[in-house]
C-alpha cells in the first residue's frame, strides 16, 4: 500500500498521471469552418469556359475567405456568413443579389433567409425587388422585428424602415439573364401553343436555375449559422417562392446537430423540409453529416425527381457538401482543412 502510493506521488511528480485530463482549448484551437455554395444544376466542363471557370473559382475564394476571415478573428458564425453571402450577392456570376434571374414578367423577386444555431433565432425575406442585399433584410428581419418572414412590399417598407440600401428593380438586370429570360419565354410559349403549360410548370428546366448562393458556419465560440440567397427560379411567376426563404426547407442551424444551406429545385426542398431533415437524423439517428446529407439528396430527393445540393457544417467543424446534379458551384475552408473550391461533379473533378 505504502509502495502504491509512493509510486503514484512519484508518477505525479514527472506528470504522468494528471496529463489525460486534457487542457481546456484556447480560442485559435477551437474548430472554425465555413461553406458556401453558389448554385447547382447542369454545370458540366463542356458548358463552361475555361475564362469563365476562372471567375467563378475566384468569386467562391473570395466569398470563402471573406467569411474566413472572420472567424479567424474571433467573430461570429452569423457575420461570416453573412459576410460571405453578401460577397456573391455583388457578383453578377449568381443567381442572387446584383445577377438574379428574371421572372416570367421581366423583373427581379429575391428572397432570403439566416438562422441561428445557438438560439434557433430566424428571419426571411421574400419577393422582394429593391433591397440591394436580401441577406441582409433578413438578418433585419431576425434581429429587428418580432416575425421571421417578410414579403414583398412588407418586407421592402421594413428593410426601408431599418435603413437598409434600397435599388431600383433595374439594378438586377443583366445581359445574360436577360438572354435566359428569352429561352425560357420561347419554350414555355411553343407550350403554351400546344396547350401544355401545365406540363411546363411541372416540368422543371434545371439549366435555367443555377445559382442561388448559401453559407453554413462554426465559430469558435461554438455557434452554427446558416444563410441562403437567391434570384428563384427563371421565368417564375405568379408571386412564386422558393425554398430559400424557408426555414426547415433551403436553411437551417442547430447547434446540436448541424447547418444547411440548400440549392435545387426549390418545391422539393419544400415538401421534403430537406435542410432540418438533414440536422434531425444527425441529431436523432447519431448519423455523420456526410450519411444524413447523402441519404437525403440521394435516397430521399433524387428518387422523388428533386435535383439539388446542400452544404453542411457540423458542431465539429466537419463539412459535406452532397449533390445529385452535375455539378454545384462550392469551396470550403476549416482550421483542419485548407481551402478547396469545386464546381463538377466527381467524374470531373
Ligand atoms: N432553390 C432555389 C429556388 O427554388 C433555386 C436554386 O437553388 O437554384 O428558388
Given amino acids: 500500500m505504502r509502495m502504491k502510493r509512493l509510486m503514484l506521488a512519484t508518477m505525479v511528480a514527472v506528470g504522468l498521471v494528471g496529463c489525460t485530463e486534457e487542457a481546456p482549448k484556447t480560442h485559435a484551437e477551437r474548430p472554425i469552418a465555413i461553406a458556401i455554395h453558389g448554385g447547382a444544376g447542369t454545370i458540366t466542363r463542356e458548358n463552361m469556359s475555361p475564362e469563365r471557370e476562372v471567375l467563378f473559382r475566384q468569386a467562391l475564394t473570395y466569398a470563402t475567405e471573406a467569411g474566413y476571415a472572420v472567424l479567424e478573428d474571433g467573430g461570429s458564425s452569423v457575420d461570416a456568413v453573412q459576410a460571405a453571402i453578401q460577397m456573391m450577392e455583388e457578383s453578377p456570376l449568381f443567381n442572387a443579389g446584383r445577377g438574379a434571374v428574371y421572372t416570367y414578367e421581366g423583373r427581379h423577386e429575391l428572397d432570403a433567409s439566416i438562422m441561428l444555431g445557438a438560439t434557433g433565432e430566424a428571419g426571411a425575406v421574400a419577393g422582394v425587388g429593391n433591397i440591394r442585399s436580401p441577406i441582409a433584410a433578413a438578418r433585419a428581419v431576425m434581429e429587428q422585428s418580432r416575425h421571421v418572414m417578410l414579403s414583398g412590399s412588407g418586407a421592402e417598407e421594413f428593410a426601408r424602415y431599418v435603413g437598409l440600401e434600397q435599388v431600383s428593380n433595374t439594378y438586377f438586370n443583366t445581359t445574360e439573364r436577360y438572354e435566359q429570360l428569352q429561352q425560357a419565354l420561347e419554350r414555355l410559349r411553343a407550350r403554351e401553343a400546344t396547350g401544355d403549360q401545365i406540363a411546363f410548370e411541372q416540368s422543371w428546366e434545371p439549366a435555367f436555375n443555377m445559382g442561388t448562393v448559401g453559407a453554413v458556419a462554426l465559430d469558435s465560440h461554438g455557434n452554427l449559422a446558416a444563410g441562403t440567397s437567391t434570384g428563384g427560379m427563371t421565368a417564375k411567376r405568379w408571386g412564386r417562392i422558393g425554398d430559400a426563404p424557408v426555414i426547415g426547407a433551403g436553411t437551417w442551424a442547430d447547434n446540436e ?77 476549416s482550421n483542419s482543412t485548407e481551402l478547396s473550391v469545386g464546381i463538377y461533379g466527381p467524374e470531373q473533378q
Avoid: W
Fill in 257 to 333: 446537430s448541424c447547418a444547411v444551406s440548400a440549392t435545387g429545385h426549390g418545391e422539393y426542398f419544400i415538401r421534403f423540409h430537406v435542410a432540418a431533415d438533414i440536422c434531425s437524423r444527425v441529431k436523432y439517428q447519431g448519423k455523420s453529416i456526410a450519411e444524413a446529407g447523402n441519404e437525403v439528396i440521394h435516397n430521399v430527393l433524387l428518387p422523388a425527381g428533386g435535383t439539388g445540393g446542400v452544404i453542411i457544417v457540423d458542431n465539429k467543424g466537419n463539412i459535406s457538401m452532397p449533390f445529385n446534379t452535375e455539378g454545384m458551384y462550392r469551396a470550403s475552408k
